[in-house]
């Protein structure tokens, strides 16, 4: 039985494993960013950190909707297990898109995205559990 | 009941049906593009015709990566119900990430695009049935 770390390495692509679990009682929206994996493929100058930056999109009015971890290492699979929350109701969270960012800081101090994910919102349902799933990342080296 | 084109008008955001289909006796993946709704949210000139582009990325060798669907009057819902289709191994498949663009050719000819959602197929299973969804199309102002 191969280990989580192969399996994911197997896939050869980078991907981010990510939870989302909207709480109707709340009206509550959260984000776990679990982990990134084969970060090696993300083309990353040597010794650069890496972190997540996520947007719930398109943001309009005050409320926050920008989000980022702390910067990490890469690792074969690099660890964030970090949680983000934003106050939403379900309407409009429905219409909505979560973008991933995987960025790094480059040498001028500018934030530099480095590979994508997009997730529809539109049918993310109420629910106590979080759905927790891999998405591939596409390098804006091919966008 | 409220008829499908008022649950999706309802929605407020611009909105595209996607079938998905790998089989794997064939080694062949199909998307089927179904129809776009609220189109009036795309922000688009006057009297211009829409379509649909897919790109399964990221793309590599020779082997087409690119459809187009004809171009139509954008409605309220507007059909396309076509269907493009690759030759391809589900391993190779699943460190693919579909983007969708909706796309208009600008005065001076050159395509434009409007809106666009990107689908991670990770997941992808192999099936006889098409898994038809609803995506969230991210307007490319809000980009």
Same mark, same amino acid.
């Given at each position: 039985?191969?280990?989580?770390?192969? =399996?994911?390495? /197997?896939?050869? +692509?980078?991907?981010? #494993? *990510?939870?989302?679990?909207?709480?109707? %009682?709340?009206?509550?929206?959260?984000?776990?960013? !679990?982990?990134?994996?084969?970060c /090696?493929?993300?083309?990353?100058?040597?010794?650069?950190?890496?972190?997540?930056?996520?947007? &719930?999109?398109? +943001? &309009?009015?005050? /409320?926050? +909707?920008?989000?980022? !971890?702390?910067?990490?290492?890469? #690792?074969?699979? !690099?660890?964030?297990? =970090?949680?983000?929350?934003? #106050? *939403?109701? #379900?309407?409009a969270? %429905?219409?909505?898109?979560?973008? &991933?960012? &995987?960025?790094?800081?480059? !040498?001028?101090? %500018?934030?530099k995205?480095?590979?994508?994910?997009? *997730?529809?919102?539109?049918?993310?349902?109420? /629910?106590?559990?979080?759905?927790?799933?891999?998405?591939?990342?596409?390098?804006?080296?091919? =966008?």
């Amino acid at each position: 039985v191969p280990s989580e770390l192969e =399996e994911r390495l /197997s896939v050869g +692509c980078p991907q981010v #494993q *990510i939870g989302l679990k909207f709480e109707s %009682r709340d009206q509550r929206f959260t984000v776990l960013v !679990t982990q990134l994996s084969n970060c /090696s493929a993300l083309c990353l100058p040597h010794d650069h950190n890496i972190y997540v930056r996520m947007a &719930v999109l398109p +943001c &309009v009015g005050t /409320s926050r +909707c920008l989000f980022r !971890t702390r910067a990490a290492l890469p #690792q074969e699979l !690099t660890d964030f297990n =970090e949680v983000f929350g934003m #106050q *939403i109701s #379900q309407n409009a969270l %429905r219409q909505k898109t979560l973008r &991933v960012d &995987v960025c790094h800081t480059s !040498t001028n101090g %500018r934030e530099k995205v480095l590979a994508a994910a997009q *997730i529809s919102l539109a049918d993310l349902g109420s /629910s106590e559990e979080r759905t927790t799933k891999w998405y591939n990342l596409l390098s804006h080296s091919f =966008e």
